[in-house]
């Protein structure tokens, strides 16, 4: 607990309450805001209602009765339901009626212990109270007890009173103009208040100003509770407002527990120990107000979910001007929050805290503080402090999930310092005037982006780091404020798989800083694309493993742009290192380090290192340009240990003071005509020298390679993955730097087609040589199977479709195709004799295999058999093929396709049948059967001469309906079109059209087709 804590605990520890403990506190004095909030009333002690059976006895209370009556004795005159105090009064006033207007007219009740109150306005409603002074020592100056649409007003308690104004179990409750100072217990107190205001009222010098307990709504408004050890506390409330207060306690100004919803507008709570503290009190909302000047916090939340505070000053002479804990959801914007003593803002153990727009500092410590938290964002905000050169900006430990955007710390020991937290995110933020800029320690996954540090000693330190990322951070004069210590733009101490990129450092060349970039004991880091001016030292890797330093530009150090001491596996490529005291200087190299690709201009020395204990150092296709000499310490080494060439005939280094003569070729240089290469080798030191020197400078950075598409369709997206590195383009073509490190091994790509595409090749591998490639990429549509069915015809049969202008044939079998995304008209061939659904269409292909289903059905001929000589009604059969089918009408018909049939007609009981049977053909013509039955009793001459006789009317029918039916033909339908596939056509019987030569299938009939029937007519 700290000490305000206690003493604030004594304060409310020393009131004492006649009959009960403080409303909302212990018997002990303590504060009792545990885990369970207070019943209703818990605490409040009641006053006795009862009223005497008759007139007053000596030290009763004036009655004011529920029927408006008054007791005898009462010092007041009634003119209906306004009462008026006559004089002053030795005593005390009970008011129960209702919509009564009591008025003290300036007198002064005079009452005491014994009678409890000087006023009780007692289970009634719609009353009023006014003018009115108490004074004596009774328990309550004005009690108001179980009373709705209640006004107190212009009341004044004299200093003594335990209590001013006292109010339980009340509704709609305004007091107003009341003064209750020097009150021994509470100036003004509310408990189990739906719904009330103070406004304008005085409670200062006492105990506790203003109680408000197990209430809701309650307002209090313009009032002043200055002077107490606590001017507002407010126990298991809800939605209470406090708008325009001055609550300067000499404990607490506010004092929130268990309770929700409290809104405190535009209130000073000034020069108390704390300005307020809410203790489990969730959705507290505190704008426009004054908590400064506390000697321990402006503000204390713990376990405050839901805390807003807005334009406030929380400025504390003490500790902490905001101090948060175990609270989640705060929002802190546009506030105000210094500490003299300690942290401006400190955030612990909570989560989903926003601070917006606040300036905070700590003039001994730090602005803000966040320890083991999450979620926590800074944005735009100021932590200065440059008095206070060994306070912090801010100081993260421990956390996770933590922003800070576009913050401002300056003046500090460490604008921003983080120690073992991860995920964190600083964007656009600025430190200035700090010994550190930025610290990062023991940390893990810290995402730095847009820094700007400026006269720090160490702009950007990561010491102890894993998988951190700094980019785009501008590091500007940093300077030396501890001499002994050096200074540093970054500093990379003890760091895993850290990456530093697109960053500069910028110094002053009247007073250069030690370190452009310190690399010591780092592993598998990345510098990349790097600025690094006027410093001692540009680059110095000291003890730096498997790291990666790329694109690096440094012009001005005056020692060595490029300082490496005892590196393993090391890549220096594609640098810019110049206008320096030496270009590259190196002590201990371990060994497996590369040089490559790099230029070293206009410095004093430009290759200087001593080469003992190295080994597999190579260092080629850089540019050594104007320089004044290249001085390597040899202690034994050789260029087996350092080797200045990759061979030939990949070459050495570009040396401007060796460039020729170029006349021969190959590895002996022995051969005529020139390669590029220097025909004699340059002698560096003793036996080190450069076997194979380039006639031409050679520029890496501008090596890349080209991917360039054909075949797809415009804004079709492609992706190539080159080396770990993706691109995705809709254009016809994407470029990828060539990594100077791949240059003695492969480059692979990996080309994705988008959907329905496929790549040739979609996989290869890429040497380079030195020289910018282009790789063409072929892309194809992807091929789905496409097969054409069809059913009905007879086995044998050929058909055929014409698909998007290409008629393909078969027979027995269906069309199978390989065919891209598409839609392919189509139409089906004619066969005679049949019809064919579908006859036209689209065939549509789409991402999958497709199938299209053709349905042949035979073209049906009427075939009708006609008997004569029945009587009319006569139930006879006939049967055709398989069908048989019977009537009592004249005729029998049947539908057919072409071919031969057989026929037959029942016998009917009684009659002898003629032309009862037979066969016949139909070839896209109907045909009429006439059969004759004569009744038994007929004579046989007579039968035989009446058979001759319906013989010869047969025929004659037969070819009579023949003929209609074929001039109806001829007359209705026209023949189909024959296949421009299709051959001549041949006679037919019955002048039908031939059929199609190869397809061995009769062609559709020149007669009218009847629509076959369904089975169930059979």
């Given at each position: 607990?700290?000490?305000?804590?206690?003493?604030?605990?004594?304060v409310?520890?020393?009131?004492?309450?006649?009959g009960?403990?403080?409303?909302g506190?212990?018997?002990s004095g303590t504060?009792?805001g545990?885990a369970?909030?207070?019943?209703a009333?818990?605490?409040v002690?009641?006053v006795a209602?009862a009223?005497?059976?008759g007139?007053?006895?000596?030290?009763?209370?004036?009655?004011i009765?529920?029927?408006?009556t008054?007791?005898?004795?009462a010092?007041?005159?009634?003119v209906g339901?306004?009462?008026?105090?006559?004089?002053n009064?030795?005593g005390?006033?009970v008011d129960?009626c209702a919509?009564?207007f009591l008025?003290g007219?300036?007198g002064?009740?005079?009452s005491s212990?014994?009678?409890?109150?000087?006023?009780s306005?007692n289970?009634t409603a719609?009353?009023?109270?006014?003018?009115?002074?108490?004074?004596?020592?009774?328990?309550?100056g004005?009690?108001v007890l179980?009373?709705?649409?209640?006004l107190?007003?212009?009341?004044?308690?004299?200093?003594g009173v335990?209590?001013?104004?006292?109010a339980?179990?009340?509704?709609?409750?305004a007091?107003d103009?009341?003064g209750?100072?020097?009150?021994?217990t509470y100036?003004?107190?509310?408990g189990?208040v739906?719904?009330?205001?103070i406004a304008d009222s005085?409670?200062?010098?006492?105990?506790?100003?203003f109680?408000i307990?197990?209430?809701?709504?309650?307002?209090l408004?313009g009032?002043?509770?200055?002077?107490?050890?606590?001017?507002v506390?407010?126990?298991g409330s809800?939605?209470v407002?406090?708008?325009?207060?001055?609550?300067?306690g000499a404990d607490?100004?506010?004092?929130s527990?268990?309770?929700?919803g409290?809104?405190?507008q535009?209130?000073a709570s000034t020069?108390?120990?704390?300005?307020?503290?809410?203790?489990q009190?969730?959705d507290?909302t505190v704008a426009?107000?004054n908590f400064s000047?506390?000697?321990?916090?402006?503000?204390?939340a713990?376990l405050?979910?839901?805390?807003?505070v807005s334009d406030?000053?929380?400025?504390?002479?003490?500790d902490?001007g905001?101090?948060l804990?175990?609270?989640?959801?705060a929002?802190?914007?546009?506030?105000l929050?210094?500490?003299?003593?300690?942290e401006g803002i400190?955030?612990q153990d909570?989560s989903?805290v926003a601070v917006?727009d606040?300036?905070a500092s700590?003039?001994?410590s730090t602005g803000l503080r966040?320890?083991?938290s999450s979620?926590?964002?800074?944005?735009?905000d100021?932590?200065?402090?440059?008095?206070?050169?060994?306070?912090?900006?801010t100081?993260?430990?421990?956390?996770?999930?933590?922003?800070v955007t576009?913050?401002?710390?300056a003046?500090?020991l460490?604008?921003?310092?983080?120690?073992?937290s991860?995920?964190?995110?600083?964007?656009?933020a600025?430190a200035s005037?700090d010994?550190?800029g930025?610290?990062?320690?023991n940390?893990?996954?810290?995402?730095?982006?847009g820094l700007?540090a400026?006269?720090?000693?160490f702009?950007?330190?990561l010491?102890?780091?894993?998988?951190?990322a700094?980019s785009?951070?501008?590091?500007?004069d940093?300077v030396?404020e501890v001499?002994d210590?050096?200074?540093?733009?970054?500093e990379?101490?003890f760091?895993?798989?850290?990456?530093?990129?697109d960053?500069?450092v910028?110094?002053?060349?009247g007073t250069?800083a030690?370190?452009?970039?310190e690399?010591?004991?780092?592993t598998?880091g990345?510098?990349?694309n790097l600025?690094?001016?006027?410093?001692?030292?540009?680059?110095?890797?000291?003890?730096?493993?498997?790291?990666t330093?790329?694109?690096?530009n440094?012009?001005g150090?005056?020692?060595?742009a490029?300082a490496?001491?005892?590196?393993?596996?090391l890549l220096?490529?594609g640098?810019?290192?110049?206008?320096?005291g030496a270009g590259?200087?190196?002590?201990?190299?371990?060994?497996?380090?590369q040089?490559l690709g790099n230029s070293?201009?206009?410095?004093?020395?430009d290759?200087?290192f001593?080469?003992?204990h190295?080994f597999?150092?190579a260092v080629?296709w850089?540019?050594?340009?104007?320089?004044?000499?290249?001085?390597?310490?040899?202690?034994?080494?050789?260029?087996a240990?350092?080797?200045f060439?990759?061979?030939y005939p990949g070459?050495?280094?570009y040396?401007?003071?060796?460039?020729?003569p170029?006349?021969?070729?190959?590895?002996a240089q022995?051969i005529?005509?020139?390669?590029?290469?220097?025909?004699?080798?340059?002698?560096?030191?003793g036996?080190?020298?450069?076997?194979y020197?380039?006639t031409y400078p050679i520029?890496l950075?501008d090596l890349?390679?080209?991917f360039t598409?054909?075949g797809l369709?415009?804004g079709a997206?492609?992706?190539v993955d080159?080396n770990?590195?993706n691109?995705?383009?809709t254009?016809?073509?994407?470029?990828?730097?060539?990594d100077v490190?791949?240059l003695?091994?492969?480059f692979y790509?990996i080309?994705?087609?988008?959907?329905s595409w496929r790549?040739?090749?979609s996989?290869?591998?890429?040497?380079?040589?030195?020289m910018?490639?282009?790789?063409?990429i072929d892309f194809l549509?992807?091929?789905y199977?496409a097969?054409i069915?069809?059913?009905?015809?007879?086995?044998?049969?050929?058909?055929?479709v014409s698909?998007?202008g290409?008629?393909y044939t078969t027979?027995?079998a269906?069309i199978?195709l390989?065919?891209?995304?598409?839609?392919?008209?189509?139409?089906?061939?004619?066969?005679?004799g049949?019809?064919?659904s579908?006859?036209a269409?689209a065939?549509?292909?789409?991402?999958?295999a497709a199938?299209?289903?053709?349905?042949?059905?035979?073209?049906l001929?009427?075939?009708?058999i006609?008997?004569h000589?029945?009587?009319a009604?006569t139930?006879?059969?006939?049967?055709?093929?398989?069908s048989t089918r019977?009537?009592t009408?004249?005729?029998?018909?049947?539908?057919?396709?072409?071919?031969s049939?057989?026929f037959s007609?029942?016998?009917v009981?009684g009659?002898w049948?003629a032309?009862g049977?037979?066969?016949?053909t139909?070839?896209g013509?109907?045909?009429a059967i006439?059969?004759?039955?004569?009744a038994?009793a007929t004579?046989p001459?007579?039968?035989a001469s009446?058979?001759?006789f319906w013989?010869?009317v047969?025929?004659v029918a037969?070819?009579?309906?023949a003929?209609?039916l074929?001039?109806l033909a001829l007359g209705?339908?026209?023949?189909p079109p024959?296949?421009?596939?299709?051959t001549?056509?041949?006679?037919?019987a019955?002048g039908?059209?031939?059929?199609?030569?190869?397809a061995?299938?009769a062609?559709?009939p020149?007669?009218?087709p009847?629509?076959p029937?369904?089975?169930?007519?059979?």
């Amino acid at each position: 607990m700290r000490a305000g804590a206690v003493v604030l605990a004594l304060v409310f520890a020393s009131i004492v309450v006649v009959g009960g403990a403080v409303p909302g506190f212990g018997r002990s004095g303590t504060a009792s805001g545990g885990a369970d909030r207070p019943a209703a009333g818990a605490g409040v002690d009641r006053v006795a209602s009862a009223r005497p059976a008759g007139p007053s006895a000596a030290g009763d209370p004036a009655t004011i009765f529920p029927n408006c009556t008054v007791s005898a004795g009462a010092p007041l005159a009634q003119v209906g339901e306004v009462f008026t105090l006559t004089g002053n009064f030795a005593g005390s006033i009970v008011d129960e009626c209702a919509g009564s207007f009591l008025n003290g007219a300036g007198g002064t009740i005079t009452s005491s212990a014994s009678l409890l109150f000087g006023v009780s306005l007692n289970t009634t409603a719609n009353v009023t109270l006014e003018n009115v002074t108490v004074a004596g020592d009774p328990l309550y100056g004005v009690a108001v007890l179980n009373t709705s649409n209640a006004l107190v007003e212009n009341v004044s308690i004299a200093a003594g009173v335990s209590s001013g104004v006292y109010a339980v179990d009340d509704s709609q409750l305004a007091v107003d103009r009341v003064g209750a100072n020097g009150t021994t217990t509470y100036g003004v107190f509310f408990g189990v208040v739906d719904g009330g205001m103070i406004a304008d009222s005085y409670a200062e010098d006492g105990s506790t100003g203003f109680a408000i307990e197990a209430s809701s709504g309650v307002v209090l408004a313009g009032s002043n509770g200055d002077g107490n050890p606590a001017a507002v506390v407010d126990v298991g409330s809800t939605n209470v407002t406090l708008r325009g207060d001055q609550l300067d306690g000499a404990d607490v100004g506010i004092y929130s527990v268990l309770s929700s919803g409290l809104d405190v507008q535009s209130v000073a709570s000034t020069g108390s120990e704390y300005g307020a503290v809410a203790r489990q009190t969730d959705d507290l909302t505190v704008a426009d107000s004054n908590f400064s000047g506390a000697t321990d916090d402006g503000l204390y939340a713990l376990l405050a979910d839901g805390l807003r505070v807005s334009d406030s000053n929380l400025s504390a002479a003490g500790d902490v001007g905001l101090e948060l804990n175990q609270t989640s959801g705060a929002q802190l914007v546009g506030d105000l929050a210094n500490a003299s003593g300690g942290e401006g803002i400190d955030v612990q153990d909570s989560s989903q805290v926003a601070v917006q727009d606040t300036f905070a500092s700590g003039d001994r410590s730090t602005g803000l503080r966040v320890a083991n938290s999450s979620g926590v964002a800074s944005l735009d905000d100021h932590f200065d402090e440059e008095t206070a050169p060994d306070a912090n900006g801010t100081v993260l430990s421990h956390s996770s999930d933590v922003s800070v955007t576009g913050d401002s710390d300056a003046g500090e020991l460490v604008g921003l310092l983080d120690t073992g937290s991860n995920g964190v995110a600083v964007t656009g933020a600025n430190a200035s005037h700090d010994f550190e800029g930025f610290a990062f320690v023991n940390d893990r996954d810290i995402d730095l982006a847009g820094l700007s540090a400026f006269q720090d000693s160490f702009g950007v330190a990561l010491i102890g780091s894993t998988d951190d990322a700094v980019s785009g951070t501008a590091v500007v004069d940093p300077v030396a404020e501890v001499p002994d210590l050096g200074s540093a733009g970054f500093e990379l101490d003890f760091t895993d798989d850290v990456t530093l990129a697109d960053s500069s450092v910028h110094g002053d060349p009247g007073t250069p800083a030690t370190y452009g970039i310190e690399d010591v004991n780092g592993t598998s880091g990345l510098l990349e694309n790097l600025s690094v001016r006027h410093v001692d030292y540009g680059i110095w890797a000291n003890i730096t493993l498997n790291s990666t330093f790329d694109a690096i530009n440094v012009s001005g150090a005056t020692d060595a742009a490029l300082a490496l001491n005892g590196t393993f596996g090391l890549l220096v490529e594609g640098g810019n290192f110049s206008n320096s005291g030496a270009g590259f200087t190196a002590g201990a190299l371990i060994g497996a380090d590369q040089i490559l690709g790099n230029s070293f201009y206009n410095d004093t020395e430009d290759f200087a290192f001593a080469a003992d204990h190295l080994f597999d150092v190579a260092v080629y296709w850089n540019d050594f340009v104007d320089g004044h000499g290249w001085s390597v310490q040899a202690d034994g080494a050789s260029n087996a240990s350092v080797s200045f060439s990759d061979g030939y005939p990949g070459g050495g280094n570009y040396w401007s003071n060796w460039t020729g003569p170029d006349t021969a070729h190959g590895p002996a240089q022995n051969i005529s005509g020139p390669d590029g290469i220097v025909d004699l080798p340059l002698v560096i030191n003793g036996s080190i020298e450069d076997p194979y020197p380039l006639t031409y400078p050679i520029s890496l950075a501008d090596l890349s390679v080209t991917f360039t598409e054909t075949g797809l369709p415009t804004g079709a997206a492609w992706t190539v993955d080159f080396n770990g590195t993706n691109q995705t383009t809709t254009g016809v073509s994407m470029s990828f730097p060539m990594d100077v490190a791949a240059l003695e091994f492969p480059f692979y790509y990996i080309v994705t087609a988008p959907s329905s595409w496929r790549t040739e090749p979609s996989v290869g591998i890429l040497v380079s040589d030195g020289m910018p490639h282009l790789v063409t990429i072929d892309f194809l549509p992807d091929l789905y199977t496409a097969t054409i069915n069809a059913t009905g015809l007879p086995a044998g049969s050929a058909w055929s479709v014409s698909l998007n202008g290409t008629t393909y044939t078969t027979i027995n079998a269906p069309i199978e195709l390989l065919l891209p995304d598409g839609s392919y008209p189509f139409s089906v061939v004619p066969i005679a004799g049949y019809v064919v659904s579908p006859m036209a269409g689209a065939f549509v292909v789409q991402g999958t295999a497709a199938s299209l289903n053709l349905t042949f059905v035979p073209v049906l001929y009427p075939v009708s058999i006609t008997e004569h000589g029945l009587p009319a009604g006569t139930n006879w059969s006939a049967t055709l093929g398989s069908s048989t089918r019977a009537s009592t009408g004249a005729t029998i018909s049947f539908e057919v396709a072409n071919g031969s049939l057989a026929f037959s007609v029942a016998n009917v009981s009684g009659y002898w049948l003629a032309g009862g049977s037979g066969s016949f053909t139909v070839a896209g013509l109907g045909v009429a059967i006439l059969v004759t039955f004569v009744a038994n009793a007929t004579s046989p001459a007579s039968a035989a001469s009446g058979l001759l006789f319906w013989s010869l009317v047969a025929v004659v029918a037969v070819l009579a309906i023949a003929l209609v039916l074929a001039a109806l033909a001829l007359g209705r339908r026209r023949p189909p079109p024959t296949s421009p596939e299709a051959t001549a056509t041949a006679p037919g019987a019955g002048g039908a059209p031939g059929a199609v030569e190869g397809a061995g299938v009769a062609a559709p009939p020149a007669g009218p087709p009847v629509a076959p029937e369904a089975d169930w007519k059979e």
